[in-house]
């Protein structure tokens, strides 16, 4: 098999002495979705956080398409331009329009030129249906269509993975559908994607990959039809029996 | 079903890590950030040497520096005029020991007039915008003029006239102003869900406004209101223009008896003595807000 294109190894990171990842091993290869999963405080955020640096790591190493991102003398700045992230909260800048917030790394990082950039900008809107939303502040939109907007953000950079943090957590109910769809047309479009959830449902239709994680390790990891219909560890089985039930 | 949470499942087994080793990678990556450290403490110590020395050179190697020296660094001159100085200093202390408790009071009633809603105070309202309007526009020095000179002159019954006392009213007539509006912005930085929250329990208006919402526009402005207290401080300097003999009127008198500027440094000493503590406090709140921040935001 090809060299993935994300691998973690044997990554550890506490946050004082609360120890929140013991040892996680995980490979991502190019244009799989993989799903993490577990409770909350299970440390699906932290791990994505560790990926785009802007958490340290304790121990362990990150490689990105062959670069170790844990390396100490690597410029964070340069990893994180090919990493996109896409926060629970939004995260949007409240002082920018919607095109101004997806403009901006592309303007400021990249050296895009203005038009250039608010082109490509509006190409993104346009396919995740914003196309009308450009010059509204986050204010203005509904949690969905901020959400939209900020995965928009995250794919102005043409990263080479997605980070999704529980994404659709925020959001009402009768609004994740349209932020999930999205993820879909992202996968089918072949981009790679590591993301945190408590949507079982997409989890299960989309995933390529689903990982359990519980006390700082990934328990179980299986393609999704295996994790869901077959899990091997009880605590797997006994997790998904408690957020399946409802 | 027996429900659980999924912070207890986690709970019930700790990780046990008695076992965990640092990697080789691990140790390396430390061996290198503690290298990098002490490479930025050398430049760190280097830069500010090397600054040091040239702002000490350049001041020694100009052409009026000896007699400089001998106008404002007399070490005679200080250690015979200091005590005078800290006598005076400590009226000082005392003006705005008093000016600030009277400001707080006095500026918290600004700020809940100017933000309260009441139909019925909508004349006290005009009047505390206007007060802080004119008050906030005045400029402080010409404050203490107005109050030190124009009070007594007015000549009416129970008016103060000890210039001392004058200073402190045209501080608090300034100060107040600043201070009223940092607390009613920090009065309109508490979110309406709180009073709503507060209200719903069933608090009344002033007990959602003591027991909910001050407390948190305080914490929210403590920066700015320390900033505030900072200036006070040094600005009680400006009374010395009434005549009182603090600080900064007791180097003056001093200093042009002696022709000699040594008695300023001495009580420019004294002021700064006193901010510093407080200057550094402000700094430890607003550190300690940042990490409040940080880990709101965090995971």
Known sequence: MNEPLLRISALRKAYGSRLVLRSIDLEVAEHQVVCLIGGSGSGKSTLLRCIDLLDVVDDGTIHLGGTELTDPRLDANLARRRIGIVFQAYNLFPHLNVLDNITLAPRQVHKVPRRQAEESARELLARLGLADKAHDYPERLSGGQQQRAAIARALATDPQVLLFDEITSALDPELVGEVLDVVTDLKERGLTILMATHEMGFARQAADQVCFLQDGVIREQGTAEQVFTDPRHESTRRFLSRVLER | ?????????????????????????????????????????????????????????????????????????????????????????????????????????????????????????????????????VFRGVPTLLLVFLVGFGLPALQLQGTPSQPWLLGVIALVLSYTAYVGEVLRAGLNSVHPAQRNAARALGLSESQTLRRVILPQAVRNVLPPLLNDFIALQKDTALVAVLGPLEALRVAQIKANYDFNYTPYLGAAALFIAMTIPLTRYADRLQRRAAQRTWAEAGQ
């Open chain 2, 1 to 133: 079903m027996k429900h659980e949470t999924t912070a207890e499942l986690d709970q019930q087994a700790n990780p046990q890590d008695e076992q965990y080793r640092p990697s080789e990678r691990q140790r390396e990556r430390e061996r290198f950030r503690r290298a990098r450290q002490r490479r930025n403490r050398w430049t760190a110590s280097l830069c500010t040497l090397v600054s040091l020395v040239a702002v000490a050179a350049t001041v020694v190697a100009s052409p009026g520096w000896d007699r400089l020296h001998s106008r404002f660094l007399d070490g005679a001159e200080f250690r015979k005029t200091f005590p005078a100085i800290l006598d005076g200093f400590w009226l000082n202390v005392q003006m705005f020991l008093i000016a600030e408790v009277l400001i707080l009071v006095l500026g918290l009633l600004i700020a809940l007039v100017r933000v309260t809603r009441a139909p019925g105070l909508q004349p006290l309202r005009l009047a505390a915008t206007l007060y802080v309007d």
